[in-house]
Structure formats: structure tokens, C-alpha cells
């Protein structure tokens, strides 16, 4: 969602807040080459502001359901 108000809002302050984001992660993705297999291993989240938000809103929703 995050990724999609970054398109259609416009460049300031608001948008480095919410919609600039940490990538945690392990890049490039682990190789292990068995000759017969290939195996990959990667993992990436993208953070953000609103993500969090997100989080906490559905957090908070489920706790009260």
C-alpha cells in the first residue's frame, strides 16, 4: 500500500516521512550450489511508517474481535 502512495502523493516532507523505507534483509540472497541442486536462500522486508501503522491497526483490531 505503501508502495502505491508513494506513486499518486506528491514530493515534501509527508512523503519522506510515511512512504521512505528501511530494507532488512539479506541481499543477495545465500547460493549453495550442490551440482546437482541449487539452493536459494533471501529473505527481504521492506518498513515503512504506514506499515507500522498498518500493524498496529490490525493488531489492535484482532484483539478486540
Known amino acids: 500500500m505503501g508502495e502505491v502512495l508513494l506513486l499518486f502523493s506528491p514530493s515534501g516532507l509527508l512523503q519522506d516521512i ?5 530494507h532488512l534483509g539479506i541481499n543477495p540472497p545465500v547460493v549453495l550450489d550442490l551440482r ?5 536462500l533471501g529473505f527481504t522486508f521492506q ?3 504506514l506499515s507500522l501503522l498498518g ?5 489492535y483490531t484482532y484483539k478486540q474481535a
Open 36 to 40: 546437482l541442486f541449487t539452493f536459494t
Open 18 to 22: 510515511f512512504l521512505k523505507g528501511y
Open 47 to 49: 518498513i515503512n511508517l
Open 55 to 59: 500493524i498496529i491497526l490490525a493488531l
